[in-house]
């Protein structure tokens, strides 16, 4: 059996490793700002925030991590060093939709860590444009959600945009009742964003059959709401019952346990391509037969994974619709560079949403 080492002994150990962190960890900032004055000299202006350097990175650490720390444990500590480093020169501005307490700021945080500024917008339009306008860096807007699919606000925001995705984040939801409250039977209204409402549909049939349903902006608002009423609830996350002092009541009330919402980062960035990677696509045909084959045709030639296609009307002819894609790799690797010429000749509009990194934690 191993000797016990003394708790002095530990703690003297512990404080002297803690002394060379703080030291590298300088000394890696020293180096963040060197990069930012050698960008400058040769003529980079705007943000020095790279997806594809930084996803390169916490690959790398992911892989080099010996533990006992897990693989995401440690690539979190770094996404936070990472995004310390840059606010040193000035921190990012980062649209999402607010207000205060959002998956979507959850998102943001995520990705970009926690020293950027989170800026607040009411809707997923007003994202794009707060983007388009250079009043933020970048936004994240939902795309996806395991359970209920699409947001289509947003896939319908890209035909009329020239942002590019420069970027993934997934987020797992846990869905929590909460208010002022003591019990269930004391609730006489719940509010919450429709795609919540609808991830809670059986437990809200089970536990509260009766009680309304009023669906709002965002779970955080709901949060706001539900904190100027004693019996009226919201449906959101955690972080919304810390910002508005409210009791949960029920945790992780979602009718799915794996339910997970993917979000998009939105800039004006072009990612080079990291090994592990997507590219998003706008596609349009027009109205005629055979158009679905016609998309497909060139992925399989050329042994292309396709994740995921939807189809949204144009709203510029009737019957007319639009295809949003996503397939494995960047738009720069040779097969997918080939397969996007082909489809390029053969449809009336193709739009490259952006290749980018896939999520790393």
């Given at each position: 059996?191993?000797?016990?080492?003394?708790?002095?002994?530990?703690?003297?150990?512990?404080?002297?490793?803690?002394?060379?962190?703080?030291?590298?960890?300088?000394?890696?900032a020293s180096c963040a700002l060197e990069v930012a004055r050698t960008k400058l000299s040769e003529g980079e202006t705007g943000t020095f925030y790279r997806p594809d350097r930084e996803a390169?990175?916490?690959?790398?650490?992911?892989?080099?991590?010996?533990?006992?720390?897990?693989?995401?444990?440690?690539?979190?500590?770094?996404?936070?060093?990472?995004?310390?480093?840059?606010?040193?020169?000035?921190?990012?501005?980062?649209?999402?939709?607010?207000?205060?307490?959002?998956?979507?700021?959850?998102?943001?945080?995520?990705?970009?860590?926690?020293?950027?500024?989170?800026?607040?917008?009411?809707?997923?339009?007003?994202?794009?444009?707060?983007?388009?306008?250079?009043?933020?860096?970048?936004?994240?807007?939902?795309?996806?959600?395991?359970?209920?699919?699409?947001?289509?606000?947003?896939?319908?925001?890209?035909?009329?945009?020239?942002?590019?995705?420069?970027?993934?984040?997934?987020?797992?939801?846990?869905?929590?009742?909460?208010?002022?409250?003591?019990?269930?039977?004391?609730?006489?209204?719940?509010?919450?964003?429709?795609?919540?409402?609808?991830?809670?549909?059986?437990?809200?049939?089970?536990?509260?059959?009766?009680?309304?349903?009023?669906?709002?902006?965002?779970?955080?608002?709901?949060?706001?709401?539900?904190?100027?009423?004693?019996?009226?609830?919201?449906?959101?996350?955690?972080?919304?019952?810390?910002?508005?002092?409210?009791?949960?009541?029920?945790?992780?009330?979602?009718?799915?346990s794996n339910n997970t919402t993917r979000f998009i980062i939105i800039g004006m960035q072009d990612p080079a391509s990291t090994g592990l990677d997507k590219t998003s696509l706008l596609?349009?045909?027009?109205?005629?037969?055979?158009?679905?084959?016609?998309?497909?045709?060139?992925?399989?030639?050329?042994?292309?994974?396709?994740?995921?296609?939807?189809?949204?009307?144009?709203?510029?002819?009737?019957?007319?619709?639009?295809?949003?894609?996503?397939?494995?790799?960047?738009?720069?690797?040779?097969?997918?560079?080939?397969?996007?010429?082909?489809?390029?000749?053969?449809?009336?509009?193709?739009?490259?949403?952006?290749?980018?990194?896939?999520?790393?934690?």
């Amino acid at each position: 059996m191993a000797d016990i080492i003394p708790l002095p002994e530990l703690r003297d150990r512990i404080d002297a490793i803690d002394s060379q962190i703080l030291q590298l960890i300088n000394r890696r900032a020293s180096c963040a700002l060197e990069v930012a004055r050698t960008k400058l000299s040769e003529g980079e202006t705007g943000t020095f925030y790279r997806p594809d350097r930084e996803a390169l990175v916490l690959r790398r650490i992911k892989e080099m991590n010996p533990g006992p720390l897990s693989n995401d444990t440690a690539a979190r500590f770094f996404r936070e060093l990472m995004s310390s480093c840059l606010a040193l020169e000035k921190p990012l501005d980062i649209a999402f939709l607010g207000p205060e307490g959002t998956f979507t700021q959850q998102a943001a945080l995520k990705h970009f860590g926690q020293t950027v500024n989170t800026v607040p917008v009411t809707t997923i339009n007003d994202i794009f444009t707060e983007v388009e306008n250079q009043h933020c860096q970048f936004g994240v807007v939902p795309v996806e959600n395991s359970t209920e699919g699409v947001i289509t606000h947003t896939l319908d925001r890209f035909v009329s945009s020239s942002l590019k995705i420069c970027g993934e984040v997934e987020i797992r939801v846990h869905q929590n009742l909460m208010g002022h409250a003591e019990k269930l039977s004391d609730v006489t209204e719940i509010f919450s964003h429709q795609q919540s409402l609808a991830q809670c549909r059986q437990w809200l049939d089970t536990h509260l059959p009766h009680v309304v349903r009023t669906a709002v902006s965002s779970n955080a608002e709901a949060a706001r709401l539900a904190s100027e009423s004693k019996n009226k609830m919201a449906i959101a996350g955690e972080v919304a019952a810390n910002i508005y002092q409210l009791n949960i009541l029920e945790k992780n009330i979602e009718d799915e346990s794996n339910n997970t919402t993917r979000f998009i980062i939105i800039g004006m960035q072009d990612p080079a391509s990291t090994g592990l990677d997507k590219t998003s696509l706008l596609v349009s045909t027009g109205n005629r037969a055979g158009s679905l084959h016609t998309i497909l045709e060139p992925f399989a030639k050329y042994g292309i994974s396709m994740s995921h296609i939807e189809s949204r009307p144009s709203k510029q002819a009737l019957w007319d619709y639009v295809f949003f894609i996503d397939i494995v790799g960047h738009k720069d690797d040779e097969n997918i560079a080939r397969a996007l010429g082909s489809l390029k000749e053969n449809v009336n509009w193709l739009n490259i949403l952006g290749s980018y990194p896939k999520a790393v934690i």
